[in-house]
């Protein structure tokens, strides 16, 4: 199989956003609108007849290329209208144009040339919610009950809104990082896909909690960007936000994607609302022993 390596200007978008259309897993961060944001001059390889494609995001330092996993990117890979078999990973893999690279495939690869995973959280939401709740556990539905006692309700957020409430109470230290990087994925979703994904918990004062970002494609539903005040812990605003999320989406054909994590006290929760895990593989090829 010949693999074709295109650099950034000479990738015709409407082929690749065809075959990326077509392909039943085909996933929010390998829309190329999504990876102009979070890796703009992304470059792709492609075999000869165009059946599978794979975006790689690639960086320059000190003159050497290499390959990143982008943040608020958790899956990438080959995508196309079939499954990728294991010569034609190989095939790929083995195309890629620099020494250095790291990249997160999704997670319908083929996993046995494989030997490194990470682990994603998924709950299918096609049954009635009154069915999804009794697979909440005890503590998910103890702390959704404290949760409602204390009249909260989930509304919609705009940007600025949400952009200041994560700078304010984010405790992870990347997310105050990438802030500017954050509104610019917020934006082009809005533009791409709508503009009815953020959504934040309010107490009776209307003050905001909790807030989430959950954007749409393929009737997959991601948890990006999930953020909590102190109060809203103390509150359990986030459980009582994606149980409303659970809810609005039940008894549909739609997965809500909890977004990992390799954290076990995240997992744990994730785990709490019935989510199962499923892994998706990843290569590693260091230079020098450092990436």
């Known amino acids: 199989m010949k693999i074709q390596h295109f650099e950034n200007k000479n990738i015709d978008r409407s082929i690749y956003d065809k075959i990326l259309s077509e392909s039943s897993f085909g996933n929010l961060y390998s829309c190329s609108w999504y990876l102009d944001v979070v890796n703009p001059g992304w470059e792709l390889l492609a075999d000869e007849n165009f059946n599978f494609i794979m975006p790689i995001a690639a960086k320059k330092k000190f003159g050497i290329k290499y390959i990143v996993q982008p943040y608020f990117t958790q899956q990438l890979g080959i995508f196309g209208k079939e499954i990728p078999d294991n010569e034609t990973i190989n095939s790929f893999i083995k195309a890629i144009p ?5 990249i997160q495939f999704n ?6 040339n494989f030997r490194i995973f990470r682990k994603n959280y998924i709950l299918n939401l096609e049954n009635t919610y009154k069915i999804l709740h009794k697979s909440f556990n005890s503590n998910c539905k103890r702390n959704l009950k404290k949760a409602e006692s204390k009249n909260l309700l989930v509304k919609k957020l705009s940007v600025n809104e949400f952009i200041n409430f994560v700078k304010a109470n984010s405790e992870v230290k990347i997310l105050k990082q990438k802030i500017e990087l954050i509104q610019q994925i917020v934006e ?3 533009v791409n896909l709508g503009d009815n994904f953020l959504k934040a918990v309010v107490d009776k004062e209307s003050n905001i909690l909790a807030v989430g970002f959950f954007p749409e494609y393929k009737n997959r539903i991601y948890n990006l960007i999930p953020v909590s005040s102190k109060a809203g812990k103390e509150s359990n605003a986030m ?15 739609k997965i809500l994607d909890f977004e990992g994590s390799e954290i076990s006290s995240i997992a744990r929760f994730f785990e709490s609302f019935g989510s199962g895990p499923l892994n998706f593989p990843v290569i590693n090829k260091k230079l020098f022993g450092i990436l």
């Open 188 to 190: 082009a979703v809005e």
């Open 98 to 102: 620099y020494k250095r690279y790291y």
């Open 239 to 253: 459980t009582f936000l994606l149980n409303n999320i659970i809810f609005e989406n039940s008894s549909q054909a």
């Open 107 to 112: 997670e319908s690869t083929p996993k046995e």
